[in-house]
């Protein structure tokens, strides 16, 4: 198993959720821990269905209440340009988290590859600050209402325009329709309704407060969201860790069990049967080639990058962005570890449903409550982030404009439903089985619009075919590449990822159509216009935000520091009893480094790209009566 078979640990998420362990396997099942009570799982399950299904009537009821507020199209479109730091960080955390992260990566953690999974997480997160820094400030300058839009406006081009659009709409239409059928069928097996029942009232909670209230409603509901997973994996990581006798209770027992030798190293499992690497190198190859991969595609993705333009302006995009970070690095640091953990419990579950399994048979359940109910709404933040994005692009990047600010907010209401009633027919009569391309629609946007969102700021040569057949060649030949390793008709090394491949044609394809067209005036003169500076906005907002990259460094070294105390210590203090080499406790201290170092580089660049001008300055001194 290599990329792939990360790649495609959601979908058999999708596929096959949990169910509730009985006593008998629970008990049969468990290896090294047994100071815990089973819970009984018929009451279990009616407290759970009671729990969802107050949080679906709480979302709808929130999302409504936000609607009250949408009078204009850049109301419905883009919350009205006005959201505050805080919105924007729930936003971008619970866009990019969904159910994938609670049971699929911590499902990863628990096979084997914990701190693997850390080392992708150090460089993944750093892309969504670098991003902002290099697009997503930029992209809000524009004011544009959608990132295809964006495109259109920079290379003046409706073609280019389109094409963006239509990649957003096939490419989240697949995401959509995987992460609905995982929430409608983890609806049912927690409540034990049938899977209709649960796909159907998922759909009406987020395409209901959707058509009302647009972004407004998406950005609320996304917040609260995120507020409660954000409490769910705390409170249970910590819960986990301090049951088990912390990091080094944890640490230790991971080195004394033999199931999963070697899944407290660094490297994670590289002996056995069902080892996803042959080597410490490999695995860190997996690692870094798949960080930079998400990288890119948080610093350029529609779901990501469009919540740049609801910001109140650039300023909040790079404080939300570097917070974004931050929160992320705190997740997964947490996270990780915990899935490891769950091994001193049980070490013989399905990866993917190890942490429902822990919240419905270890944690209190007030707490399994909080963590269910958590997945369960980072699913669908999901469902309505990238409905919202569907439907406005179609309205506004794919249909002909409309006459009149009443009659596009109609249409885009419309085009809303409408996509949503696909997704929820194609979800009823779709096996989750054949869904596989569904997966790879995150990277298809790293190699499509990762080369001309960066271009489009910082290149002076790139023109609208060039935009064009880049966005064309990178979705299409990621898409292939895809399908044809899912086949099984070609084979890659770890290192070449189908999205570097790719992202190398797309380049070609933007500089060879480039270099056979000329740039017009007016894409000379909107690229200019991107790169003015508001000075009086710089002068009332430079000092906030060069504090939020400060605190973004020194969270850097604060998780470095842990990560040496809690980790690398620890597996030093134990090398000797369990017989690890010095090089792998080497690469203990130097994961500490790294980790704490990538945060620590984002913020410093953030501190360095914020930093006062002093033509800004004398022009604000001069404009003082």
Known sequence: MSWRSFCLAPLRVAIALPRAASSDETVGDTRHHSGYNVKDSTAASMIYTIAILLSLVGYFLIGHLAGRR????????????????????????????????????????????????????????????????????????????????????????????????????LGLGAYLLGVMQGAGIMFAELTGLPYWVGLVLVWLTYT????????????????VMFVIFSLAALGGSLYILQDLGGWHGVIEGLLSQSEKPDIALWHGVIEGQGAS???????????????????????????????????????????????????????????????????????QLDPERAMVWVALNILPTWL????????????????????????????????????????????????????????????????????????????????????????????????????????????????????????????????LHPVILSTLAALVAILLAS???????????????????????????VSGTRWVAACTMLTGIAVGAFLWRQYATTLAQLAGRYAIPEGTVLGGYMLAIGCGGMLLIAGAVGYWVVRPRKLALQEVRLARP
């Open 368 to 495: 399994g409550i909080v963590i269910l109910t958590g997945v369960f709404a980072a699913g669908l933040s999901s469902c309505s982030t990238f409905l919202s994005i569907i439907g406005f692009s179609l309205s506004n990047d794919i249909l002909p404009p409309s006459l009149n600010e009443a009659s596009a907010m109609r249409t885009s209401r419309i085009a809303v439903l409408v996509a949503g009633l696909v997704t929820l027919l194609l979800a009823l009569f779709q096996p989750p089985a054949v869904m596989t391309v569904v997966w790879f629609a995150a990277t298809l946007f790293a190699s499509s619009w990762g080369p001309v969102a960066l271009m489009s700021i910082w290149s002076r040569r790139i023109t609208a075919a060039g935009a064009g057949w880049g966005l064309t060649i990178g979705f299409v030949s990621n898409l292939a590449l895809s399908l044809m390793l899912q086949a099984g008709w070609v084979t890659l090394p770890v290192y």
């Open 277 to 347: 690497f042959s080597t410490p190198g490999e695995a860190l190859t997996w690692s870094l080639t798949l960080g930079l991969v998400w990288a890119a595609v948080l610093a350029a993705s529609p779901w990501q990058s469009s919540r740049y333009l609801m910001a109140r302006n650039e300023h909040v995009v790079m404080r939300s962005a570097m917070l974004t970070a931050v929160a992320l690095a705190i997740f997964y640091a947490l996270m990780m570890m915990s899935g490891a953990a769950i091994n001193l419990y049980n070490d």
């Open 208 to 223: 209901g407060f959707i058509l009302y209230s647009g972004s407004p409603g998406v950005m609320l509901t996304d917040t």
């Open 515 to 541: 270099h056979l067209t000329q740039v017009s005036q007016a894409e000379r003169d909107y690229r200019a216009f991107l790169h003015q500076r508001d000075t009086s906005l710089e002068a009332k907002w």
């Open 70 to 169: 949408v009078k204009h199209l850049d109301d419905y479109l883009v919350a009205g340009r006005n959201a505050p730091t805080f919105f924007i960080l729930g936003t971008l955390v619970a866009s990019y988290l969904s159910t994938s992260a609670f049971l699929g990566e911590t499902g990863f953690a628990y096979q084997g590859y914990p701190l693997v999974m850390l080392i992708f997480a150090a460089l993944s997160t750093s892309g969504c600050l670098l991003g902002a820094l290099v697009f997503g400030r930029y992209l809000r300058r524009s004011s544009a209402r959608t990132v295809p839009e964006f495109f259109g406006k920079r290379f003046a081009s409706r073609r280019v325009q389109n094409i963006a659009g239509l990649t957003t709409i």
